[in-house]
């Protein structure tokens, strides 16, 4: 089945303790991203990558980085988790070329930080 | 002022009923116009989009697009229950603004369809 994953599900930790959250798709996609979703504001992007080792900031970039090493995999790490954090967390991917109107979304990772 | 306005409801009908979602937006560079479905803990899935202004349909759906008006459009047919979800609109600039597939989205809209 042609999918995103995500893991884990559901996280709950502590301020200042590292954590990534992994993404993958098995659909040989160029382009993966990440994004947060919070009440009241929606999703948005927090950074995307238009290939292997290829990452780019989106718009709420602060407190996270992502690596590409391998094409189906683009983890989500957080170095310093703070309660600024606490979000649902959306991965998602593309084929080449048609990433700005067909994304698709893994089941999302639910993030508190204390 | 955001730059994609959307009522998050939420909204309740009854079956059968037709359904109306809108969204508003103040940036003209948006090209690509979406249309995301997003059930109770799941990711959104993509519905339809369409590209510029104009009418898109597909099934019980249509998607329209008014670029002069700034104001994008969701109606759904004889509305269903399992139709009951959030409903999000979602913009971009496409590939010759080079923005990196970012798509900008409204808050969602919150639909129920009573049986």
């Known amino acids: 089945e042609a999918q995103v994953t995500q893991n884990p599900r559901y996280l709950i930790t502590v301020t200042g303790k590292k954590l990534t959250v992994t993404c993958s798709q098995n659909m040989n996609h160029e382009y993966m991203s990440w994004y947060r979703q919070d009440p009241g504001l929606g999703l948005r992007q927090i950074y995307y990558?238009?290939?292997?080792?290829?990452?780019d900031k989106g718009d709420v970039p602060e407190g996270y980085k992502v690596s590409r090493k391998e094409k189906r995999n683009f983890p989500l790490i957080l170095e310093s988790p703070s309660p600024n954090q606490t979000s649902l967390y959306f991965c998602?991917?593309?084929?080449?070329?048609?990433?700005?109107?067909?994304?698709?979304f893994g089941p999302g990772t639910r993030l508190t930080v204390t | 002022q955001k730059e994609v306005e959307q009522d998050p409801g939420p909204l309740s009908v009854p079956e059968g009923a037709i359904v109306s979602l809108n969204c508003t937006y103040s940036n003209s560079a948006f090209q690509y116009f979406m249309w995301y479905r997003q059930y109770s803990r799941k990711g959104p899935e993509l519905l339809m989009y369409?590209?510029?202004?104009g009418n898109k349909e597909d099934g019980r759906f249509t998607a329209q697009v008014d670029k002069s008006s700034k104001y994008i459009s969701l109606f759904i047919r004889d509305s269903q229950p399992s139709d009951s979800a959030t409903y999000l609109c979602?913009?971009?600039?496409?590939?010759?603004?080079?923005?990196?597939?970012?798509?900008?989205f409204g808050q969602g809209t919150e639909l129920s369809v009573k049986p």
């Open positions: 990558s238009m290939n292997v080792e290829v990452t």
């Open positions: 979602a913009m971009s600039g496409g590939v010759i603004y080079n923005q990196g597939g970012k798509l900008i």
């Open positions: 369409t590209y510029s202004s």
């Open positions: 998602a991917s593309s084929p080449r070329g048609r990433q700005d109107y067909e994304q698709y």
